[in-house]
């Protein structure tokens, strides 16, 4: 039986025990906490809700398993979760109750909207705790004063390793001149306008950009905008539920048959196979041919579906995999290494310095942010699909 609560308001921080049988530990195990701040609902809740499922199946994982062993003590896993539905005030309150209580390990959040929010309040704790965040925002803030609690858990778009040059010299080699972007009007849309307006200059690529609302349906306007100066792809973004919509309307207007994204997966290429013409896309791992090649992504497919009974949602649960899942199983790895639970700088120290082999080959570079391996997914018309791997971690 998995026992778990989460809070949806901002009165009381409740607790996700993800520990096997019941809320209670060994008499013989001793308790580190792990806090999460995740939009498991609401409109932007794609990415929080994958990560939640990753860190829950992990911490049941090691917990079951009679969980790890650090300088001669055993201990175990809680997992403290909260929904803040991509509202910045809510995960404020959220985050300074973590803080409060000493929480010495926090994932999220993956929206920059949110980070920007709760930034000044990790400053203010840096050397306290570590903060496992995946979003883009948090690449500025990497090697900054009072950073040294910043991980940076996906090597998103900018930065060294970063995937968004890789998947900007794919379009470059092929000739590509024009770019049409299409992002949402928020605080991701912003800073992901910002990185791709540099690395489409850098390229020699020309970029038009246009913003939409969030909660948008109807992109036909700003599509027709787009496709005034014929340019060679369109780059939509971020999540399948307003990909589905742009694919479709873009291609039953016949103002786009070529796209190019770095979010969502290939499913509303796949679903709308017979009008595109080749549809572009950067994976972290493309799971359905890895789950038949990798005994660890074939294991970790398994575990989701007994866990959460329920099938394994390909185009989602690979980014909650490597953002959480690998995570918190380096995390304890780098705990048992460093011989401590609560030396944060050491801990630190010893992920810095681990080269983790589980779903991702995966390291983090001297800042902090994480480097690993991806897959850029061509579909052609008719479902056809071609993969390619872009080696990033060393």
Not at 76 to 101: C, S, Y
Not at 283 to 300: G, T
Request: proline residues 4%.
């Amino acid at each position: 039986m998995r026992v778990l609560f989460r809070f949806l308001s901002t009165a009381v921080l409740s607790i996700a025990v993800a520990s096997g049988a019941s809320l209670s530990y060994a008499a013989d195990a001793q308790v580190v906490k792990i806090g999460q701040i995740e939009a498991q609902t609401g409109p932007s809740a794609t990415y929080g809700w994958m990560s939640a499922q990753g860190a829950r199946l992990a911490v049941q994982q090691i917990n079951e398993a009679g969980g790890f062993e650090v300088a001669g003590k055993k201990y175990k896993l809680e997992l403290l979760q909260a929904d803040t539905r991509g509202e910045p005030r809510e995960a404020v309150v959220q985050f300074k109750k973590l803080m409060e209580d000493k929480v010495p390990f926090v994932f999220g959040p993956f929206l920059s909207n949110v980070y920007n929010a709760i930034e000044p309040i990790a400053r203010q704790n840096d050397g306290k705790f570590l903060l496992f965040t995946g979003a883009t925002a948090a690449h500025a803030s990497l090697g900054t004063p009072k950073s040294s609690f910043l991980l940076r858990t996906f090597n998103w778009d900018g930065g060294q390793a970063g995937f968004g040059s890789g998947m900007v010299d794919v379009l470059k080699k092929r000739g590509v001149k024009k770019v049409a972007m299409l992002f949402q009007n928020d605080a991701f849309g912003k800073v992901a306008v910002d990185i791709y307006t540099k690395l489409f200059s850098d390229a020699g690529i020309t970029l038009r950009v246009e913003l939409f609302e969030p909660g948008t349906k109807d992109f036909n306007a700003a599509l027709s905008k787009l496709a005034i100066d014929k340019p060679d792809y369109l780059f939509p973004g971020y999540s399948d539920g307003v990909l589905f919509d742009i694919v479709r309307q873009a291609t039953e207007a016949d103002l786009f048959r070529k796209f190019f994204t770095v979010r969502g997966s290939i499913a509303p290429a796949l679903k709308n196979s017979q009008s595109i013409e080749e549809y572009i896309a950067y994976v972290p791992k493309y799971f359905e041919e890895a789950e038949k090649q990798s005994p660890e992504v074939a294991k970790f497919v398994s575990a989701y579906k007994a866990f959460y009974k329920r099938e394994f949602p390909y185009d989602q649960a690979p980014l909650c995999a490597s953002s959480c899942y690998d995570h918190v199983h380096m995390l304890v790895e780098a705990m048992k290494k460093a011989g401590t639970t609560s030396d944060i700088g050491a801990i630190r120290k010893q992920l810095l310095a681990t080269r983790y082999n589980g779903l991702w080959a995966m390291t983090f570079d001297s800042t902090g942010e994480a480097v690993f391996d991806f897959d850029v997914i061509e579909v052609k018309r008719g479902g056809a699909i071609t993969r390619t791997s872009k080696k990033a971690a060393p």
